[in-house]
């Protein structure tokens, strides 16, 4: 009986949608299929290669050998020269209401219409293969497929820039990435030419505020926010513009490992957040974001006190509040990673009519890039044919030919104005939707140049270190710390310490302290290395705004959505023995509330309470690692509680959640085993349930009071503020 066949692929939770309809037609499935070559022939023999007798030389008339050798030796582009690392998914967009006073673009005007997406999330500095828990800016690249075309709004997780103007990228990504002579460190940007770069750029000064800053450490793709970071325009229907920001803002909240453990991570489990992003959608819990906008009237446009075609600069929200005007939800796995998630052909150029541009000099550069990129990257003009990148919309222009194109033009013309074709394929009115520029009045003198405007880089670095909790600080004073700590020239370290005093001389301070050195005073004018040839070096010298910096409580994670244990990881620490019943209490209460719990034992296989049941083991202390999970879990039961005492695996594990801050909670019967802990004895005297909520330790004798309260503490991500007073190795 043959087999039964099927095309799909038999994932958990398969989510339609037209993008992903239009790519079914590209899909191919092999089971229960034939063998053939590229041109259709049936293999018979894939195991020997056609050779001059069995002990004889291969023949050079084996077609099927050179095609499959030769196909191999062609199966890698080229990486992205930044962004190489990263992970993508297919979704969809909704619009909450219709926002046609300010946008004609139709997916932002019709709250019914879904519009597919495909999203991929990346680090920037470090190669394809490199840990997703390097310090770094994340990219956040989002492809609508609307019915105008695909908008891709390709941002970033932070929402300011390090550079002005697009001239210097090259620069800055040569700096950042591997020394060209031995090409160390990978996917760091604790080394030398990176600190040299930026201890002469002092409008990076607020960025790298971001950059030293738990922001740079996402606990998972699905808790970053988003930021287009440039501004755009909106055009409504009537021709009017408007400034936007463009935001994303993750439902589950904003939150961040600690350093220590990202580090332990990338050596556990370097494909953390892929891992991370593609279980929650496998298990149907699908990332959420609703899509933010800060809209600026024309008239408002020097309101603020800095350029808004700054891209070192973000719009405070306490100034424009964002107003959540829709929501992502990302809903299926891709099928391929190189079809989808290496192919995807992202371009901050890619817009629909009533989205354009802003003069902002380092949006005007990207506009160039992207396009140029893709040629090198997926091999020519023909790219826009690859299934992931197709429009669902039909495509009909006279751009003909190329490597590897794939439509079939039918027709004699290929050119306009036409009288065989009578002029079709035809231009579009802009009533009927064909896109029309905005009429920006431009009166103005060619000049390489930068606007005066663009000179206060200190005022939003304060602001972002004004508005960081006590935790949060502390973590961007370790960060710089730490990184300047691996620069081997000690200038260098010397004129970060002076760029840094000119941002915060407590700061600096500090950060010199952990060095060992003093801060050296330099001027602006000296350390501005961003200077013409010809130019009158203090024309060029940064402003420096004395006035205090507000709070903007947006700017901390602090204060982030902490109401949820969905998705968050637990481990229950456990051996032969048990207390099934608590165990099982604790579980199953996180389990509804949509947590994942794994049982972690000294062996895989199975446990046997002390009630004889069998408990299923999910990973052995071998296979597993603290910082993989969330927060910990130690069940009673004699046995096993003399068993975990006694492994240090267990210990360690412990410890561990200690030191990152996470949500520990014990059975009264199993402490023991914290009591081997170096944490114990810096506990506060009083560890009962009652405080536990401080302290983010919770001991307790009732399973039902201890399963609440733990879900409670789970909720609240980490226990920063324990970090200082008893800190422990670990
Ligand atoms: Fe990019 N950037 N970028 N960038 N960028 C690329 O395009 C570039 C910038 C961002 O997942 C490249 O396809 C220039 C800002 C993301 O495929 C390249 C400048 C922001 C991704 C390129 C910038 C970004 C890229 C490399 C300064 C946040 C990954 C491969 C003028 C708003 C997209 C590619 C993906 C990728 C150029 C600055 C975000 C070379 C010249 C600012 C998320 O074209």
């Known amino acids: 009986m043959a087999k039964k066949i099927t095309n799909k692929i038999p994932l958990v939770h398969q989510q339609e949608n037209k993008k992903t309809e239009q790519l079914e037609s590209f899909v191919a499935q092999s089971v229960g299929k034939e063998m053939s070559s590229n041109t259709g022939v049936k293999i018979n023999d894939d195991q020997n290669s056609l050779k001059a007798g069995d002990r004889g030389q291969t023949l050079l008339e084996d077609f099927l050998l050179r095609e499959k050798i030769t196909h191999f030796d062609h199966e890698r582009i080229p990486e992205r020269v930044v962004h190489a690392r990263g992970s993508g998914a297919h979704g969809v967009f909704k619009v909450y209401e219709d926002m046609s006073a300010f946008t004609k673009a139709a997916f932002l005007c019709d709250p019914t219409v879904e519009t597919p997406v495909f999203v991929r999330f990346s680090t920037v500095a470090g190669s394809r293969g490199s840990t997703d828990l390097a310090r770094d800016v994340r990219g956040f690249a989002v492809k609508f497929y609307t019915q105008e075309g695909n908008f891709d709004l390709v941002g970033n997780n932070m929402p300011i820039f390090f550079i002005q103007d697009a001239v210097k990228f090259p620069d800055l990504v040569h700096a950042v990435k591997p020394e060209p002579d031995n090409e160390i460190p990978q996917a760091a940007s604790a080394h030398d030419t990176f600190w040299d770069f930026i201890s002469h750029m002092p409008e990076s000064s607020a960025m790298i505020m971001w950059l030293m800053s738990d922001r740079a450490l996402p606990r998972s793709y699905r808790m970053m926010e988003g930021f287009g970071v440039h501004t755009f325009r909106l055009i409504n229907a009537s021709g009017t513009s408007s400034f936007v920001k463009f935001h994303w803002k993750p439902l589950l909240g904003v939150h961040s490992v600690a350093w220590d453990e990202a580090q332990v991570i990338s050596g556990k489990d370097p494909d953390f957040h892929r891992r ?56 299926r796995n891709p099928e391929n990673f190189f079809a989808e998630t290496e192919q995807v052909a992202f371009h901050v150029g890619h817009v629909v009519p009533g989205i354009d541009f802003t003069n902002d000099p380092l949006l005007q550069g990207r506009l ?16 826009q044919e690859i299934p992931i990148n197709r429009p669902v919309v039909p495509v009909h222009n006279n751009q003909r030919d190329g490597y590897m194109r794939q439509t079939i033009n039918r027709g004699k013309t290929s050119y306009g104005p036409n009288g065989i074709a009578e002029n079709d394929p035809h231009q579009v009115t802009a009533a009927d939707g064909g896109y029309v520029s905005h009429n920006e009045r431009i009166d103005a003198q060619k000049i390489r140049a930068r606007s005066r405007s663009f000179f206060d880089h200190f005022s939003q670095a304060r602001l972002f270190l004004n508005s960081q909790s006590d935790a949060e600080k502390n973590h961007l004073l370790d960060a710089f710390s730490f990184e300047l700590g691996k620069v081997k020239m000690v200038q260098i370290r010397e004129r970060m310490l002076a760029l840094l005093a000119h941002v915060d001389a407590g700061l600096a301070a500090e950060v010199a302290y952990a060095l060992g050195l003093s801060v050296p005073n330099i001027s602006l004018t000296e350390l501005n290395g961003s200077i013409p040839a010809d130019a009158d070096k203090a024309s060029y010298t940064p402003e420096q705004v004395k006035e205090s910096p507000f709070k903007s409580d947006a700017l901390s994670m602090a204060g982030t959505v902490k109401d949820s244990v969905s998705t968050r990881k637990v481990a229950i620490l456990a051996a032969d023995g048990v207390d099934g019943k608590a165990l099982s209490k604790v579980k199953d209460t996180l389990v509804s509330k949509g947590a994942v719990v794994h049982v972690i034992a000294p062996k895989l296989g199975f446990i046997i309470s002390m009630d004889d049941t069998q408990i299923a083991v999910d990973e052995s202390f071998l296979t597993a690692a603290s910082v993989l999970y969330d927060a910990v879990y130690v069940p009673a039961g004699a046995n096993s509680v003399a068993t975990l005492e006694a492994e240090a695996n267990a210990v360690h594990f412990l410890n561990q959640a200690f030191k990152h801050c996470k949500a520990i909670a014990v059975d009264k019967a199993a402490i023991q085993v914290i009591e081997a802990s170096y944490f114990f004895k810096k506990l506060p005297e009083k560890y009962a349930a009652e405080t536990a909520l401080e302290e983010g330790v919770l001991v307790s004798e009732d399973p039902s009071k201890l399963s609440d309260l733990f879900a409670e503490m789970i909720s609240r991500h980490r226990f920063w503020d324990r970090e200082l007073p008893r800190k422990v190795p670990a």
């Open 276 to 331: 991370d992003l593609w279980d929650a959608i496998e298990a149907g819990a699908f990332p959420e974001w609703e899509l933010g906008v800060q809209i600026v009237p024309e008239e408002d446009e020097s309101k603020y006190g800095f350029d808004l075609l700054d891209p070192t600069k973000l719009i405070p929200e306490e100034l424009v509040p964002v107003q959540r005007i829709g929501k992502m939800t990302l809903n």
């Open 368 to 383: 160039f890039s992207y396009t140029d990129t893709q040629l090198i990257r997926l091999g020519g003009p023909n790219f």
